[in-house]
Structure formats: C-alpha cells, structure tokens
C-alpha cells in the first residue's frame, strides 16, 4: 500500500521544537500497513544541501537504509520495504528537516547520527539542534545523548564530573560552557587547571622556564581554547586574569568566588588533591571536572581522586555524575573502535 503524499515543508510560521511530528506532517490512518511512502520536497527547501552535492546525503541515507527501495525523481523521494523501516526513513527524514530549518548543515555525519538516534527512539533535532556556543563562523552542540545530557548537568548543577574515554568531548564541551557562561556574564573569569603528572619525563628535566616547563601539561587546554576565542585575544585575557590556566597545585590556598573553573585529567589527582581542588569553591562559581579512569598515570598505588570521589560525594544535592562511553566518541570512527576494543581486552584481563 502507498501512502499519501507527504509534503516535508517547514512553513516559517511554525516553531522547531520536539514536540511536534517527526515528518512535521499527519500520518494517515494506515500508516503501519504501509510499505511505500512518496515524500515530496518543496522549493523551499535547496536539494543541492539536503541531499548533498552529488547527492552524496542521498548515497549515505541509502546506506543506512540498505533494506529499503529508495528512489528518487526531482524532488520526490520514494521508500518501500518493511513498514517499521519506512517509519524509521520517515522519522529520520522529518528530523533532518527539523535540523535543516534550524540552520543546521546536513552532511553523512550528521545523517548517520540522526539515524542513529531514531533507532534508539530519540529525538536527533532536539540534541544536534542545542547550540552551546557559536564562534569564529561555527556551532559547537552536542552530538550525542550522552553529551547532551552532560550538557545538561553542567547548566543545571554547580560541580558537574564528566567521565569518559578519550574522543567524548568532556574537555571540549566543558571548554564551550564555560566561555558561554562567560559571554551572557554569569562568570568574571574562567580557570582551567590539570595535575602536571610526569609521563615519563620529570618537570626538573624538561628545558625552559617554569611556565614553558608547565606548558606540555596545559597546552590541550590551550588547543581547545583557541577554537572557541579569538587567538589574538587570548593574551590580554590571560594578562587581565580573565582566562587563568595553570597546574592544580597553583590552586592550594585559594577561594576560588565568579569563576567557571574546569579540572581536566583528574585521574591523576590523588584523593587528597581532589579534595582541596573541590573545596576551593566559592559564591558564584561553578565546577566541571574530567577525566578517564582507563588512563591513570598515577605512580605505584596510588589511588586516583577521579576513583573514589564518587564513593565519598555520590547523593549530595547540586553535584552531578555523567559517564560517557563509548557511543559517545565523536571523533574518528576508529577512535570508537579503538575504545571498545581496549574495553573487551581490559574486561578480559
């Protein structure tokens, strides 16, 4: 049976919110005895960046949909095979609508994640639509469930802990809402700090100055920074004390009051370290801590803070834990490999 014509306009007039319709349409009556769908594309939408140049959108969609007949005529676009699959093209179609209303480039990355989404029966529009920060001619959203609600928690908690592997943007993410919340001036000042664990080399070895002898430790810091704020800028930021980096032990002895102050690599804080950093909290500050147990660089027996902080601080009010996992990896498709695989060989070990 073939459906009605489903016509994937967004009319200006109408909102981009979750709520409604996945297609932005009314499914017919018989929408589950279907096995064809005809959707159309109306003018008001560019097919050069919907489908892609080349149609290569089209090539990925037909990848993740292998199962289904997909053809398309000028601006119609049909799909037949079994019904739950053309609800899911349905759903992911409408999604990708939604995104492209919003501004939002559609490209195989972000085709795969909206498919990805919809066959866990999430909304994509409403995790890949949430914009954090937008610098320097891009937008930095989520591209996960779980970054989004990490997101989420860092909004609405005072001391967030985001752990992960390498790739999930605990960092990164962290990085944006700090320079948001220092744009709209819920902060005065940003502080990013690492312990400066040895890897092999010992601080007393490495050339230079104290500061260029700190700089390998914060220098992912510095990376992630330059993405999201003028490069030129940058100095007179750190002159003025707007954006302060440096090593945790430059935290001892400080109340640290309107401040957005971010812990990266806090597997390799001790216990004792993890307490005097989370006490240097003061009025109007908020705290984001990250870190992946899977690579401590601790030496001997000693057991990381990142390890047992949950133990000692789980259930206290205005404190928030999110585990980020594999799914989570949003960078090379290998990385996600790469993570997983280390995963079954540890659980083995």
Request: aromatic share 6%; hydrophobic share 40%; with cysteine.
């Amino acid at each position: 049976m073939q459906r009605n014509i489903l016509d994937i306009t967004h009319p200006t007039t109408d909102p981009v919110n979750t709520d409604s319709d996945s297609t932005g349409a009314d499914a017919p009556a018989d929408s589950h005895a279907a096995d064809s769908v005809r959707l159309v594309i109306p003018d008001s939408i560019d097919l050069v960046e919907f489908f892609g140049p080349g149609e290569a959108n089209l090539r990925t969609l037909e990848k993740s949909f292998d199962d289904l007949d997909i053809h398309v005529r000028a601006n119609q676009v049909q799909a037949a095979g079994d019904p739950k699959r053309v609800e899911a093209f349905v759903s992911v179609i409408g999604e990708l609508k939604k995104l492209y209303a919003a501004g939002h480039r559609i490209n195989d990355e972000t085709i795969e994640r909206v498919t990805k989404f919809s066959s866990e029966g999430a909304a994509a529009s409403a995790v890949l639509g949430t914009n954090i920060l937008s610098t320097r001619g891009k937008s930095i959203r989520p591209k996960t469930m779980g970054q989004h609600d990490y997101v989420k928690a860092i909004r609405n908690h005072t001391i967030t802990f985001g752990i992960g592997p390498a790739g999930t943007g605990k960092t990164y993410l962290a990085m944006a809402m700090a320079v948001n919340a220092l744009q709209h001036k819920e902060v005065s000042r940003i502080i990013l700090t690492r312990p400066a664990v040895e890897a092999g080399e010992s601080l007393g070895y490495l050339p230079g100055t104290l500061n260029e002898k700190i700089d390998p430790y914060v220098r992912p810091l510095y990376d992630a920074l330059h993405d999201m704020v003028d490069p030129e800028s940058i100095p007179l930021l750190i002159e003025t004390g707007t954006i302060e980096v440096a090593p945790l032990a430059y935290m001892r002895g400080r109340t640290l009051n309107d401040a957005f102050i971010i812990l990266d690599e806090a597997q390799n804080t001790t216990a004792e370290q993890m307490k005097m950093f989370l006490t240097r909290l003061g009025f109007g500050s908020r705290m984001v801590v990250t870190g992946d147990v899977s690579q401590i660089d601790l030496p001997g027996k000693t057991r990381s803070g990142l390890k047992v902080v949950r133990e000692i601080l789980d259930g206290i009010d205005d404190m928030q834990f999110c585990e980020l996992g594999s799914k989570d990896v949003v960078r090379h498709s290998l990385v996600t490999k790469i993570v997983e695989a280390y995963d079954l060989w540890g659980s083995a070990e």
